[in-house]
């Protein structure tokens, strides 16, 4: 057990389809799930101090986080069809079934967690209340690009190591909204992050056809200046949910104002 604030939290894990996935759970409160972005890690989220979930907690929110598979403390497959949006959302809806989700429960996303969220929203639409999609992955005509270098940097990793892949990707720009932010090597083990990165190349959002009928409220919030995560992206994810509003970050603070927003956003009435 450790704490949050002042709030005890309990781990657990889930074993599915192969993988261990592990969580933390305060045990109180109207429940909601978050889901990371890829690479990272509960953890390791928490030590870039990138989002800020204390609001979330502090408005009462039973605020469930874990680490999708192969991340962090859950284990991996060496499958890449496991590291999909649509596998990853059928890991999510086991989790909603081992925590006895008895109803509708909010649900948080950020990249790739926000496609898990999202696919899951799709396939079970009445397991959710509400959707918070944080910087939204690129997708559908942007997507394919990403996808190819998705591509050549598992072939990368798997010819020279995940160093030379991690020195590529140490000359791009960053967006000021993630300006100082430390950064760390990615969770998944070396000999699983092929497999992460085909799995992620072979997904996209839900086709904006099956979004249209998506009867929640949602919440996304993007930052500008990111091509993995284009405004552009979250904007046509706006246009294609039919209660959705849209916040773009462009320095760290607002970043740093999201929780706040999302403690809002879950709180707020039923319509």
Known sequence: MRAEGNRPVVGGSLRHRGAELVYDDPGRGPLAVYAHGGFVSQEVEDRMGLFDWAPVREAGQR????DAR???RSTGTLSDADYTYASLADDLLALLDHLGAAGPVGAMGASMGCGTVLHAAVRAPERFSRLVLLIPPTAWATRPAHARDNLEAADTVEREGAAAW????????????VAGVPEFPPTPAERVLPCVLRGLAQSDLPAPADLVALDLPALVLAWADDPGHPVSSAEAL??????????VART????????????????RPEP
């Open 238 to 247: 706006v246009r294609a949910l039919p209660h959705a509003d849209l916040y």
């Open 63 to 66: 605020l469930v986080r874990y």
């Open 252 to 267: 760290r603070a607002d970043v740093h104002g999201w929780g706040a927003r999302v403690a809002r956003f879950l709180a």
């Open 70 to 72: 192969g991340h962090g």
């Open 166 to 177: 991690l020195a590529a990707g140490d000359r791009r720009s960053r967006p000021a909204a």
